[in-house]
Structure formats: structure tokens, C-alpha cells
């Protein structure tokens, strides 16, 4: 079965970190450029960050940049993102997704979608 699966996810005080993981199975990500949405209560689905399938290229969204970082393993299969000095605003599930395009946040340029991970950021 080809799939993703996102993991890391819980609850952290303002200011804390959290690492995501997003895991392929049954295909190798060394292909796959990979990017990370979020979708809060209410609100529509936003690009988060994305990496291209060398790990050469990255991009953030301004909401996150200097905070958050993306990484890849494809030795593991494996995409992290960091995510550090949080707050409550980045409160969301978290998708990871696999697509052969160059990284944007178009949604229908990626094939593969995790489940999402839950973050949650309060005190």
C-alpha cells in the first residue's frame, strides 16, 4: 500500500517544539519533492513549507519562516519538519504530501496526502 504517515503531532505551551515526521511506505520518496500544509478549524488548507527531492531546495511560508525547518532522510524515507518558538496561531493539522513537480503549494500537484498530524499549541 503507498502511502503517507505523518507523526509528531500533540500539545505544546506558546513557545515551545515539536518535530513532524512524515513517513513513506511502499514507494521511495527519492523522487518526490515534498511539502507540509496545515488547515486550522474554519479556515482553508495553506502551504506551509516544501523540499525538493534532493533536499537542495527549500521554501517557507511567512508565517513561518525563521521558526520552522524542513529536512529530508531518504535513506529513512523520511521528511521532518522542525517547528520551534511556536504559537498558538500555528494551532492545525499538519499534512504532508508527495508530488513530482518542482515545490509550490498547489495541492492537486501532489499525489500522496498523509492522514495529518494534530499540533496544538496553548497553555
Known amino acids: 500500500q503507498l502511502q503517507l504517515v505523518e507523526s509528531g503531532g500533540g500539545l505544546v505551551q506558546p513557545g515551545g517544539s515539536l518535530r513532524l515526521s512524515c513517513a513513506a511506505s511502499g514507494f521511495s520518496l527519492d523522487y518526490y519533492g515534498i511539502a507540509w500544509f496545515r488547515q486550522a478549524p474554519g479556515k482553508e488548507r495553506e502551504g506551509v513549507s516544501c523540499i525538493s527531492n534532493s533536499g537542495g531546495s527549500t521554501n517557507y511560508a511567512d508565517s513561518v519562516k525563521g521558526r520552522f525547518t524542513v529536512s529530508r532522510d531518504n535513506a529513512n524515507n523520511t521528511v521532518y519538519l522542525q517547528m520551534n518558538s511556536l504559537k498558538p496561531e500555528d494551532t492545525a493539522v499538519y499534512y504532508c504530501?508527495?508530488?513530482?513537480?518542482?515545490?509550490?503549494?498547489?495541492?492537486?500537484?501532489?499525489?500522496?496526502w498523509g492522514q495529518g498530524t494534530q499540533v496544538t499549541v496553548s497553555s
Open positions: 504530501a508527495a508530488g513530482l513537480r518542482p515545490c509550490s503549494y498547489i495541492r492537486v500537484s501532489y499525489k500522496f
